[in-house]
């Protein structure tokens, strides 16, 4: 079992990822500003409360971590309008704690539509909904991916499709290949079940699967 810090752990595919991340026998570090609200106990949760953009916060939240998995998101709706550097700060600041601290795995959830995934998803959604609603706060999320992958780390840029409250079900497609990228929904708790998994499975590593049921 591997002692997994996840950040951005307090609410949506965090949180699943935590109980995910229990229930697969890991010790968890859920790292968020509200982590003490997490409604869990479990002896193998730890709660840090810290902030995503403060170096120190962050760099205590990775050390001697076998994994990292980042599920960050934005609550405030003007960042949708005006745009956000959430993302790409928060990243940065994730990477160098990483790199200081010597740990390698590294899973990222992003979004369908984020870096060269732009245009490949459907008309609806490439043309309508991405533009209207999606491009200031993604293009911030193409830098954080950038720097990812410019990071030197074993790398995996998650990107689901759209989120639902549903189950587990154990039931979707990780598809890797840019070719087969289609537009689709899918559970927070089924991205966390995959977010889990590639804590110990390597085939990821240096892929941006999309996700779908």
Request: glycine share 8%.
């Amino acid at each position: 079992m591997a002692t997994v810090t996840i950040i951005g752990a307090s609410r949506g595919i965090g949180l699943e990822t935590v109980k995910a991340a229990l229930a697969a026998g890991h010790t968890v570090r859920a790292f968020a500003r509200s982590a003490s609200k997490i409604a869990i106990s479990n002896p193998k949760l730890e709660k840090i409360t810290g902030d995503a953009l403060k170096a120190a916060d962050v760099g205590a939240a990775v050390a001697d971590a076998d994994a990292v998995i980042q599920a960050i998101g934005i609550s405030d709706p003007k960042d949708l309008i005006f745009g956000t550097t959430f993302f790409s700060e928060a990243t940065r600041v994730m990477v160098s704690a990483m790199q200081a601290a010597g740990v390698k795995r590294l899973i990222a959830v992003t979004g369908a539509g984020a870096g060269n995934s732009r245009g490949r998803i459907n008309f609806l959604y490439d043309y309508i909904m991405f533009p209207i609603l999606l491009a200031r706060v993604y293009s911030d999320k193409d830098i954080a991916e950038e720097t990812i992958q410019a990071s030197g780390l074993d790398w995996t840029i998650v990107r689901p499709g759209l989120l639902t409250n549903g189950a587990a079900t154990g039931r979707y497609h990780a598809l890797a290949e840019m070719k087969d990228w289609r537009a689709g929904s899918i559970s927070r708790a089924d991205v966390a079940d995959f977010l889990v998994k590639q804590v110990s499975d390597r085939s990821m590593i240096g892929k941006t699967p999309l996700l779908i049921s």
